[in-house]
């Protein structure tokens, strides 16, 4: 796992900021899914952390602030006390007789607490000595409040003044200036954008890639604020940032971005320039900037939908938005942008390439870089296998001959498997099996009942959305041409 470009596993985003995470699912996870999410929990406890510091210093200085205030109060009453008392002395002109009385006194006050008698006197003392004056005051700020909700009210509005006049602040904390959005090779969808091009507005900078999973479950709901909130001042500006050579080629980000209907502007970070200004390791990341240019929210992962798109509405009111209150977005998502089964997926991502490849279990030790064969015969659960002759290269394993194939025995609802065509563009044709049989209703969106399919471009291909109980199932897929380039199994 590289420090600059960790690998998210596919299912892990959901539990970053879950308080009731499986811990049979993380036994269940590869050790780069492990790390990968204790890294996610660091950097969460580190804003919180930050959050609580700020509290706790707050906090601080409101107790030395009502010290102080108490200090000087008491203060004024021993000098006062004082001055009194001397005056007495010398009006009186007896100390001996003012000592007497002072502890006749105090033997009093004595007897009148053990009795409870102060309880009540004290009482009507205090009530009669500030009752009056907290009452003027109350009907002073009365009066002025109803005066102003008068005036507010003839000219056809229903909130108070003071609401009325006071800018809305949101609670979310301020962590710093945004990074520079300088570095991208290129931007789809728009010019260039500077960050005093964007000044005044509200920006969600989304950090994705097209063929990772989490990404394009996320996709639905970026789309979707982009179009709800484009005219009271938000900006969405996704940054693809490759994990696979495959994701750096523009025209693959063009076609993807088209099949995807994302009109906003995309900057594409080939060189990580951006990524590394943000200090980001996820995708998906995404990052709230404030109309002043301020970092105010960041979410790793899928989920808190409802909680980032709070958190957009909190930043327009804040930027000076007049938008009513609404609810939250619900995209009508399909295919492998629906959202994950959660409570059933027993599989986590999986890298076919050598350099992060887990769970390989053909007989035959994989051989970088050269043509090799290889035979698989009954995995187990979350084990895989080649069949057929294969080149396993660093990020994937090409086909070599027709008839090749891979099996893998999975727990999951869905099935999803990153695909692409041989070297020279031509189109691979598939066959995919369950438990030694065509799919019929578990079969996924890119191929049909009897299960066949086509790789067309390098992408993530769905193959199965079990449509009954979810169990652990026996996937094969067979290539009818050569030259096919397998990535990474995901699941959902």
């Not at 007789?97 to 003392?125: F, N, P, S, Y």
């Not at 599989?347 to 698989?376: C, H, L, M, N, W």
């Not at 563009?425 to 191929?447: E, L, M, Y």
């Amino acid at each position: 796992m590289s420090v600059s470009l960790p690998k998210p596993g596919a299912p892990l985003e959901h539990y970053v900021s879950s308080a009731d995470f499986d811990p049979d699912q993380f036994e269940a996870m590869s050790a780069g899914q492990q790390r990968y999410y204790m890294a996610s929990q660091k950097k969460l406890m580190w804003w919180k952390f930050k959050k609580h510091k700020l509290a706790l210093a707050s906090g601080i200085f409101l107790l030395l602030a009502y010290g102080a205030g108490a200090a000087t109060s008491l203060a004024v009453a021993l000098l006062a006390g004082g001055k009194i008392f001397a005056h007495m002395k010398q009006s009186l002109g007896v100390s001996e007789r003012i000592r007497q009385l002072a502890g006749a006194a105090v033997l009093a006050g004595v007897a009148a607490i053990a009795l409870g008698l102060d309880t009540g006197l004290l009482a009507r003392l205090s009530y009669a000595s500030t009752g009056s004056f907290e009452q003027a005051l109350l009907e002073k700020l009365h009066t002025k409040a109803s005066g102003t909700e008068t005036e507010v009210a003839s000219n056809g509005t229903v909130a108070p003044a003071s609401d009325a006049a006071r800018p809305f602040h949101s609670s979310l904390p301020v962590e710093g200036p945004a990074p520079s959005l300088d570095g991208a090779v290129t931007w789809l969808n728009s010019d260039p954008l500077t960050a005093a091009q964007l000044r005044g507005k509200v920006v969600l900078v989304d950090f994705w890639t097209y063929s990772c999973i989490n990404c394009i479950r996320t996709i639905p709901y970026v789309r979707a604020w982009a179009e709800k909130y484009k005219d009271q001042g938000l900006v969405v500006i996704g940054v693809h940032a490759p994990e696979f050579a495959f994701e750096k080629n523009v025209d693959n980000v063009k076609k993807a971005i088209a099949d995807f209907k994302i009109d906003y502007p995309v900057a594409i970070d080939n060189d990580y320039r951006i990524w590394r200004a943000f200090e980001n390791n996820y995708w998906p990341a995404h990052y709230l900037i404030d109309a002043k240019g301020q970092v105010r929210y960041q979410h790793f992962g899928e989920g808190n939908y409802r909680q980032t798109e709070q958190a957009i509405q909190d930043l327009l009111h804040e930027a000076g938005s007049d938008m009513a209150q609404s609810g939250p977005v619900v995209p009508d998502a399909k295919g492998a942008e629906a959202s994950p089964d959660l409570g059933h997926i027993r599989s986590g991502e999986t890298y076919v390439g050598y350099r992060q490849a887990t769970g390989f279990v053909s007989p035959e030790r994989i051989k970088a870089d050269a043509a090799a064969d290889y035979s698989v015969a009954n995995p187990g659960l979350n084990q895989w296998g080649l069949a057929g002759s294969w080149t396993v290269g660093a990020e994937q394993a090409s086909l070599d001959k027709a008839g090749g194939g891979i099996s893998y025995r999975f727990s999951a609802r869905d099935l999803h498997l990153v695909l692409g065509p041989s070297a020279d563009g031509k189109p691979v044709r598939f066959q995919v099996t369950v438990d030694g049989k065509a799919p019929g209703t578990d079969h996924g969106a890119d191929i049909d009942a009897a299960g066949n399919g086509t790789v067309t471009a390098t992408r993530l291909y769905q193959l199965i959305r079990q449509s009954g109980d979810v169990t652990a199932r026996n996937f094969e897929i067979r290539f009818l041409d050569p030259g096919v380039q397998a990535y990474a199994f995901t699941f959902g």
